[in-house]
């Protein structure tokens, strides 16, 4: 299995992307443990599966997760991590988003093989074959899995099935 799975936020994690919110964006409310609104009502929503698979990857201490964004508005995405909560299953009460991860790196860069490049400064000891990487834009995937790192291209976020893609992965 992998020892570092690292998410892209925008259109990976949740809906809409954030500069798609110009105009409205931060602060936002929480509507619901998956769903937020920003200033002028506009919805946030995580795609597919994504609350629950990282409720799955909080309850595992073996792996590391990181965020891997490029995203135009990295405070908002902050607070989007912060006031959207996982889905434990059978239900009751989810943990932050923010707490799913163990490293934060969302800010701009050429590609995001620079975002890769400081997780293995962290940690020297894994390789980048033992990292799996998800993004909803191809170019990003293109870049990553050039660098060795295993990607999975899900233009539907999270979903069950590109979970499983990713873990199949590293059979």
């Known amino acids: 299995k992998p020892k570092i799975v690292a998410f892209d936020l925008d259109g990976t994690i949740w809906e809409p992307d954030m500069y798609m919110l110009w105009g409205g964006g931060a602060p936002f409310t929480a509507v619901?443990?998956?769903v937020l609104r920003?200033?002028?009502g506009k919805k946030v929503s995580l795609l597919g599966e994504?609350?629950?698979?990282?409720?799955?990857l909080k309850e595992d201490?073996?792996?590391i997760v990181a965020w891997v964004s490029c995203t135009d508005e990295p405070t908002w995405a902050e607070e989007c991590l912060h006031k959207f909560r996982t889905?434990?299953?059978?239900?009751?009460?989810?943990?932050?988003?923010k707490a799913c991860a163990d490293m934060s790196l969302i800010f701009k860069a050429?590609?995001?093989?620079?975002?890769?490049?400081?997780?293995?400064?962290?940690?020297?000891?894994?390789?980048?074959e033992e990292m799996l990487f998800f993004d909803n834009e191809r170019g990003n995937i293109s870049d990553v899995s050039a660098i060795g790192v295993k990607c999975v291209h899900c233009?539907?976020?999270i979903t069950r099935t590109a979970w499983e893609q990713g873990l199949r992965l590293f059979q």
Do not use: C, N, Q, W
């Not at 889905?87 to 943990?95: D, R, Y």
């Open 32 to 34: 619901g443990a998956d």
């Open 38 to 40: 920003d200033r002028v």
């Open 50 to 56: 994504s609350a629950r698979i990282l409720h799955e």
């Open 61 to 63: 201490p073996h792996t």
């Open 87 to 97: 889905l434990p299953p059978g239900g009751g009460e989810g943990v932050p988003l």
């Open 110 to 128: 050429h590609s995001k093989t620079e975002h890769f490049r400081r997780i293995k400064a962290a940690h020297p000891g894994i390789a980048y």
């Open 155 to 157: 233009p539907h976020g």
